[in-house]
């Protein structure tokens, strides 16, 4: 090859190379850009409402510990009052968005399996969760544009709503939250003596290590039991928790596996 091939030949490379890299950092960019419209953690407690951009393929709602307990009779007992029954109280999903839920509703000493339905806006059951035991979840479901109500069949003051909008989710990211204590608790053992290792430090290892992006969190404090040691009740174990909101691009059938797990390290009782 002569000089002035190899200059073009080297112009060619450096060109493509260039269009390359353009190309990812393009793709990088609008990923990046798709995570910073699911709503922060802060934002999420505070109004108790979700909107998921059209990237998100499915969502994972959360029963909350002790969401058992009634509002306003033992609100005392509750894990918080933003969200506590289900995180989020209110979601907004687009079309084609997948949705499951996973109890997270701690069984010492009385299990509290939960059952879900969801109906349309004529009071129409559409979609029944089947009994979900503790750190189980059910199977997924899309539901067609419309608002719904979600109600758990035996504690029916668990009250929220879905709203599934005519946009068209395009992405195949799973999304969700998740609580856990802010710090390590002096009590960690459930009422069996088994030892669970879960607080916020943890779970900023743990979650990233099985393939999920904590993408923000909230402190908050929620400690009114003027009763309890501390104001806080005792299965919740602190009055000092912390929202995460989380993502992974893996399956959400495998996601499900994996939460099993870090439900079940959480100090809750």
């Given at each position: 090859?002569?000089?002035?091939?190899?200059?073009?030949?080297?112009?060619?490379?450096?060109?493509?190379?260039?269009?390359?890299?353009?190309?990812?950092?393009?793709?990088?960019?609008?990923?990046?850009?798709?995570?910073?419209?699911?709503?922060?953690?802060?934002?999420?407690?505070?109004?108790?409402?979700?909107?998921?951009?059209?990237?998100?393929?499915?969502?994972?709602?959360l029963?909350?510990?002790?969401?058992?307990?009634?509002?306003?009779?033992?609100?005392?007992?509750?894990?918080?009052?933003?969200?506590?029954?289900?995180?989020?109280?209110?979601l907004?999903?687009?079309?084609?968005?997948?949705?499951?839920?996973?109890?997270?509703?701690?069984?010492?000493?009385?299990?509290?399996?939960?059952?879900?339905?969801i109906?349309?806006?004529?009071?129409?059951?559409?979609?029944?969760s089947?009994?979900?035991?503790?750190?189980?979840?059910?199977?997924?479901?899309?539901?067609?544009?419309?608002?719904?109500?979600?109600?758990?069949?035996?504690?029916?003051?668990?009250?929220?709503?879905i709203?599934?909008?005519?946009?068209?989710?395009?992405g195949?990211?799973?999304?969700?939250?998740?609580?856990?204590?802010?710090?390590?608790?002096?009590?960690?053992?459930?009422?069996?003596?088994?030892?669970?290792?879960?607080?916020?430090?943890?779970?900023?290892?743990?979650?990233?290590?099985?393939?999920?992006?904590?993408?923000?969190?909230?402190?908050?404090?929620?400690?009114?039991?003027?009763?309890?040691?501390?104001?806080?009740?005792?299965d919740?174990?602190?009055?000092?928790?912390?929202?995460?909101?989380?993502?992974?691009?893996?399956?959400?059938?495998?996601a499900?596996?994996?939460?099993?797990?870090?439900?079940?390290?959480?100090?809750?009782?």
């Amino acid at each position: 090859m002569d000089t002035f091939h190899k200059i073009i030949f080297g112009i060619v490379t450096i060109t493509i190379s260039i269009i390359l890299l353009l190309d990812i950092s393009n793709t990088s960019f609008a990923i990046g850009e798709e995570l910073l419209k699911i709503p922060q953690a802060e934002s999420v407690f505070k109004i108790e409402t979700m909107h998921l951009p059209t990237s998100a393929g499915s969502f994972i709602i959360l029963i909350a510990n002790e969401a058992h307990e009634k509002w306003p009779q033992e609100k005392h007992k509750l894990l918080t009052d933003h969200n506590p029954y289900y995180v989020p109280t209110h979601l907004v999903i687009s079309k084609g968005t997948a949705i499951s839920f996973l109890n997270s509703d701690a069984p010492w000493d009385t299990p509290h399996p939960h059952t879900i339905n969801i109906k349309d806006s004529s009071g129409n059951v559409v979609y029944t969760s089947g009994k979900m035991d503790y750190s189980n979840a059910s199977d997924s479901i899309k539901l067609p544009v419309g608002k719904y109500s979600i109600t758990d069949t035996k504690y029916n003051w668990m009250e929220g709503s879905i709203t599934v909008t005519e946009k068209t989710s395009t992405g195949n990211r799973v999304v969700g939250g998740f609580y856990t204590p802010t710090n390590q608790v002096t009590n960690s053992t459930d009422n069996d003596g088994r030892t669970h290792p879960g607080w916020l430090g943890y779970y900023e290892t743990e979650f990233p290590k099985n393939g999920f992006n904590i993408l923000s969190q909230y402190n908050f404090n929620y400690s009114v039991c003027s009763y309890c040691e501390g104001n806080y009740w005792p299965d919740n174990k602190t009055g000092n928790h912390t929202l995460i909101i989380f993502s992974t691009d893996e399956p959400l059938s495998e996601a499900l596996v994996k939460l099993k797990k870090l439900v079940k390290d959480n100090v809750y009782i």
